[in-house]
T-cell receptor, first 116, second 111 residues
């Protein structure tokens, strides 16, 4: 079954540093998403991306965050200057359609970001 | 603010027993999703419920949706240890395509 691949699986960074989290969505999917989950808490939406632009973003997704699809396969999330509260599991997801998807999104295995 | 609430938050049940997890949401939505998450792992799609009255079953799990009551249930029949995980429901509004996740229900099945 097709998978969403995320790298790295775990990243430790110092506060104030920039990090880039990488995702390879399923190849024929058109919609891409980033979500995060602070340890032990619920999953929160960050941003959705379609047709090379952001289609929706949450209040969490402030100027410190950006997304990019630099080539035909990768989808990245950049955090410019990390804060301690950015420590979380970050999930990439993709879907074939905007709303109707038979199986919902397909989530990647996640990147655990630890800011120290 | 859109709210998605699950109860219970924690559930410990014996093998062989039945139980129901409830998911209430505060927005108009005709789609509801159930996901399973094992510790430290990703989210696995279990069910997609696309209309009022939808019912889906897979193995020992059955999910239903009542859009008028804004309620979904996940029923567990004759629980086994392998079902131990955290279960999340999620909705999307009828406009937009982001998911709003519930608080999660941590299920532990005891032998």
């Amino acid at each position: 079954e097709p998978e969403v691949t995320q790298t790295p699986s775990h990243q430790v960074t110092q506060m104030g540093q920039e990090v880039i989290l990488r995702c390879v969505p399923i190849s024929n999917h058109l919609y891409f998403y980033w979500y995060r989950q602070i340890l032990g808490q619920k999953v929160e939406f960050l941003v959705s991306f379609y047709n090379n632009e952001i289609s929706e973003k949450s209040e969490i997704f402030d100027d410190q965050f950006s997304v990019e699809r630099p080539d035909g396969s990768n989808f990245t999330l950049k955090i410019r200057s990390t804060k301690l509260e950015d420590s979380a599991m970050y999930f990439c997801a993709s879907s074939g359609g905007a709303r109707y998807t038979e199986k919902g999104y397909t989530f990647g295995s996640g990147t655990r970001l630890t800011v120290v | 603010e859109l709210k998605v609430e699950q109860n219970p938050l924690f559930l410990s049940m014996q093998e062989g027993k039945n139980y129901t997890i409830y998911c209430n949401y505060s927005t108009t939505s005709d789609r509801l999703y159930w996901y399973r998450q094992d510790p430290g792992k990703s989210l696995e799609s279990l069910f997609v419920l696309l209309s009022n009255g939808a019912v889906k079953q897979e193995g020992r799990l059955m999910a239903s949706l009542d859009t008028k009551a804004r309620l979904s249930t996940l029923h567990i029949t004759a629980a086994v240890h392998d079902l131990s995980a955290t279960y999340f429901c999620a909705v999307d509004r009828n406009t937009g395509n982001q998911f709003y996740f519930g608080t999660g229900t941590s299920l532990t099945v005891i032998p």
